[in-house]
């Protein structure tokens, strides 16, 4: 005779095995039988496998619902076959390995749109990470949208202008490899950048005009307003900017000529943050005069070098 369970439509499963967790949904209801296993088989891909032990990857119920699985974010070293999950839209890998950069290609991840990948293993073999960027750059993923990656080292073949990307955070090492991340991706609206060069040597000919949230990082030691003003004024339609130097490193920029180049070169700014070293002091009244979004500021003195550390922000920050 049959159940009280039994008589419940699909729809009221589905519903149900949302609020269960990945594991004892597995457990409690897996082999039940043809109806209940119809039933996880069905389930639309939304599931979150995030932050799991590292005894816990090859739980069977991972790989009994690696397919209806959504996002994963794995911290730890691991051998877990990336190709069990093919309906992932947003993969994060700390310690990937050289099998599992391969196994990220858009025949195996169609479905892909978020990816971070940490690539400060030096034990991995420079050109498995390349072959990711290759695709990654070549527009190859058809739904990417968003990346995180770091130690990039950019390919002049990488096909211009091919790439969809609108969100990214990278390590570039000169400003010749930034202008040439323009040039093949031309749709980004949030950049996320930190850039270690000896010098700030900026050029672009064009106007990059989708860039809209520019987070900077500089490893520079000296730059000037000039070379600042190089690359802020090809990006016109910026309305969150973000400056942050080192502790102890210095600028060759004045607060004053800060607040020249940000009337100059973005006229529809709403958000801004800098923290730095600037080139000569400034009370904190007149500072505030100098820019409608230099509302909050902190000055915090470097013990080595005696010098003001200052934080100006539009915003009050944390």
Same mark, same amino acid.
Request: charged letters at 20%; glycine letters at 0%; aromatic letters at 10%.
């Given at each position: 005779?049959?159940?009280?369970?039994?008589?419940?439509?699909?729809?009221?499963? *589905?519903?149900?095995?949302?609020?269960?967790?990945?594991?004892?949904?597995?457990?409690?209801?897996?082999?039940?039988?043809?109806?209940?296993?119809?039933?996880?088989?069905?389930?639309?891909?939304? &599931?979150?496998?995030?932050?799991?032990?590292?005894?816990?990857?090859?739980?069977?119920?991972?790989?009994? *619902?690696?397919?209806?699985?959504?996002?994963?974010?794995?911290?730890?070293?691991?051998?877990?076959?990336?190709?069990?999950?093919?309906?992932?839209?947003?993969?994060?890998?700390?310690?990937?390995?050289?099998? /599992?950069?391969?196994?990220?290609?858009?025949?195996?991840?169609?479905?892909?749109?978020?990816?971070?990948?940490?690539?400060?293993?030096?034990?991995?073999?420079?050109?498995?990470?390349?072959?990711?960027?290759?695709?990654?750059?070549?527009?190859?993923?058809?739904? =990417?949208?968003?990346?995180?990656?770091?130690?990039?080292?950019?390919?002049?073949?990488?096909?211009?202008?091919?790439?969809? =990307?609108?969100?990214?955070?990278?390590?570039?090492?000169?400003?010749?490899?930034?202008?040439?991340?323009?040039?093949?991706?031309?749709?980004?609206?949030? &950049?996320?950048?930190?850039?270690?060069?000896?010098?700030?040597?900026?050029?672009?000919?064009?106007?990059?005009?989708?860039?809209?949230?520019?987070?900077?990082?500089?490893?520079?030691?000296?730059?000037?307003?000039?070379? &600042?003003?190089?690359?802020?004024?090809?990006?016109?339609?910026?309305?969150? &900017?973000?400056?942050?130097?080192?502790?102890?490193?210095?600028?060759?920029?004045?607060?004053?000529?800060?607040?020249?180049?940000?009337?100059?070169?973005?006229?529809?700014?709403?958000?801004?943050?800098?923290?730095?070293? *600037?080139?000569?002091?400034?009370?904190?009244?007149?500072?505030? /005069?100098?820019?409608?979004?230099?509302?909050?500021?902190?000055?915090?003195?470097?013990?080595?070098?005696?010098?003001?550390?200052?934080?100006?922000?539009?915003?009050?920050?944390?």
């Amino acid at each position: 005779m049959p159940t009280t369970l039994e008589h419940l439509p699909d729809e009221i499963f *589905f519903e149900i095995f949302e609020y269960i967790p990945m594991k004892k949904l597995y457990r409690s209801f897996s082999r039940l039988n043809h109806r209940i296993n119809s039933i996880l088989d069905s389930i639309q891909p939304r &599931l979150a496998l995030q932050y799991v032990r590292p005894n816990e990857i090859h739980d069977p119920s991972v790989i009994f *619902f690696a397919n209806r699985i959504r996002k994963l974010s794995i911290w730890h070293s691991n051998s877990l076959n990336l190709i069990l999950f093919s309906n992932i839209r947003s993969l994060e890998l700390e310690h990937p390995t050289i099998k /599992q950069l391969n196994e990220i290609r858009p025949h195996t991840i169609p479905q892909l749109e978020c990816l971070r990948i940490n690539n400060n293993n030096t034990r991995l073999p420079g050109n498995a990470f390349y072959e990711l960027c290759h695709s990654i750059f070549s527009g190859e993923f058809s739904y =990417l949208h968003t990346c995180i990656l770091n130690n990039i080292q950019f390919d002049c073949q990488w096909s211009v202008l091919s790439c969809k =990307l609108r969100s990214i955070q990278i390590d570039v090492k000169n400003c010749q490899d930034l202008s040439y991340l323009f040039n093949i991706c031309p749709e980004l609206i949030r &950049l996320k950048v930190m850039l270690d060069d000896e010098y700030f040597n900026f050029h672009y000919s064009n106007i990059y005009q989708t860039l809209c949230r520019l987070d900077l990082y500089l490893r520079i030691n000296n730059w000037s307003c000039e070379e &600042l003003e190089s690359l802020l004024i090809v990006m016109p339609n910026l309305k969150y &900017l973000s400056i942050q130097t080192p502790f102890a490193q210095r600028s060759q920029m004045t607060v004053e000529s800060l607040a020249n180049i940000l009337r100059k070169c973005t006229p529809l700014l709403e958000n801004f943050f800098i923290q730095t070293i *600037f080139k000569k002091q400034s009370s904190t009244d007149d500072i505030h /005069q100098l820019h409608p979004l230099f509302k909050f500021i902190r000055v915090v003195q470097a013990v080595t070098t005696r010098a003001d550390h200052i934080t100006i922000s539009s915003k009050i920050s944390g």
